[in-house]
């Protein structure tokens, strides 16, 4: 049997061990969960409707190519944002070098095989 002593020892290292797990669970797992929350709730609230907006308007039937000062505009994002949004929803840059604009198709309605075939075309 164990004295009063090394009974509150015992249970000072059980207590103290448990405690330092606690705090390493929680202090790990408790911002990753945040994190993870708040890019949920942005995703649903911001870049969500962002992205079908592009992808209503790229899958028109108005236009092939849209530049990127015009999608930027109509979803209210930077140039930058509006990039990032676009690669995420499946579209691509032109290789077409113009001066003035980046222009933007959806790759599934403009493959890149297809501009490539066309460039090699010329080229020859």
């Given at each position: 049997?164990?004295?009063?002593?090394?009974?509150?020892l015992?249970?000072?290292?059980?207590?103290?061990?448990?405690?330092?797990?606690?705090?390493?669970?929680?202090?790990?797992?408790?911002?990753?969960?945040?994190?993870?929350?708040?890019?949920?709730?942005e995703?649903?609230?911001?870049?969500?409707?962002?992205?079908?907006?592009?992808?209503?308007?790229?899958?028109?039937?108005?236009?092939?190519?849209?530049?990127?000062s015009?999608?930027?505009?109509?979803?209210?994002?930077t140039?930058?944002?509006?990039?990032?949004?676009?690669?995420?929803?499946?579209?691509?840059?032109?290789?077409?070098?113009?001066?003035?604009?980046?222009?933007?198709?959806?790759?599934?309605?403009?493959?890149?095989?297809?501009?490539?075939?066309?460039?090699?075309?010329v080229?020859?």
């Amino acid at each position: 049997m164990l004295t009063e002593f090394e009974a509150a020892l015992l249970g000072g290292i059980i207590g103290g061990f448990i405690g330092v797990i606690g705090t390493l669970v929680s202090s790990y797992y408790g911002p990753r969960r945040l994190e993870e929350w708040r890019e949920k709730r942005e995703e649903e609230q911001t870049h969500g409707p962002r992205k079908r907006y592009l992808k209503q308007i790229l899958e028109g039937k108005k236009f092939d190519w849209y530049s990127l000062s015009t999608l930027a505009r109509a979803t209210g994002t930077t140039e930058e944002e509006c990039r990032i949004l676009l690669i995420k929803i499946g579209a691509r840059g032109s290789l077409k070098e113009k001066k003035d604009d980046e222009m933007w198709a959806l790759e599934a309605l403009q493959p890149i095989a297809k501009e490539l075939e066309k460039r090699k075309n010329v080229e020859n």
